[in-house]
């Protein structure tokens, strides 16, 4: 089965534009989520989507957003970029439903490696 | 949301036992504990999770403590490969929200 996948794996923006970074989940898994990683705030939860329903959000500024399409794939969008976007921006899917209570395994993406000039 | 405190870094010799301990004394009952790994700057990997009782899988054994503060992570047989920097986590109770720390970097050396 193949695993997360995410694209572009390289990106450079400069300052003021935006970005759309994209993520296809193990097939057959319905929850999507998204974290940032930076060398100064390490792994940190941007939101998380299942059924196309965002059900948590990180506390990141609304420039941040994302979204889940009914075939489980989800993007998620940057506007106005700053230098500080700078980042390896992760995906992560699992297949449980979560309201059952149980626990899934989480796998993640390889990442897209944004810089911000 | 409940946060892990774990030691910075650790050594391990090549075949020995690695024992990656974590804090967790806010957990609530109903949160588990996942153990990640990442290699330089990949994408995590996925390692074990358990709630209360004991877990063991083909990479590695995790040992919860009865009152659930704090746990263990083993691998049994420590190869270079494993080498890494190792997350402890707890996962914030029906999410999928994973609250990652600083983490732990364990070296292993030949």
């Known amino acids: 089965k193949a695993g997360v996948t995410q694209t572009p794996r390289y990106l450079i923006k400069t300052r003021g534009q935006q970005v759309t970074l994209s993520c296809s989940p193990i097939s057959g898994h319905r929850s999507v989520s998204w974290y940032q990683q930076t060398p100064g705030q390490g792994l940190q939860f941007l939101f998380e989507?299942?059924?196309?329903?965002?059900?948590n959000k990180g506390n990141f500024p609304g420039r941040f957003s994302g979204r889940q399409f009914s075939n489980s794939r989800s993007e998620m969008n940057v506007s106005t970029l700053e230098l500080g976007d700078s980042a390896l921006y992760l995906c992560?899917?699992?297949?449980?439903?979560?309201?059952?209570?149980?626990?899934?395994?989480?796998?993640f993406g390889p990442g897209t490696r944004l810089t911000v000039t | 949301d409940a946060k892990t405190t774990q030691p910075p870094s650790m050594d391990c010799a090549e075949g020995r036992a690695a024992n990656l301990p974590c804090n967790h004394s806010t957990i609530s009952g109903n949160e588990y504990v996942y153990w990640y790994r990442q290699i330089h700057s990949q994408g995590p990997q996925y390692i074990i999770h358990g709630l209360k009782n004991n877990e063991t899988n083909e990479m590695a054994s995790l040992i919860i403590t009865e009152d659930r503060k704090s746990s263990t992570l083993i691998l049994p047989h420590a190869t270079l490969r494993d080498t890494a920097v190792y997350y402890c986590?707890?996962?914030?109770?029906?999410?999928?929200?994973?609250?990652f720390g600083t983490g732990t970097r364990l070296q292993v050396f030949p």
């Open positions: 989507y299942f059924s196309e329903t965002q059900r």
């Open positions: 992560a899917s699992s297949s449980g439903q979560q309201t059952s209570g149980r626990a899934y395994e989480q796998y």
């Open positions: 986590i707890v996962r914030v109770y029906n999410t999928d929200k994973l609250i």
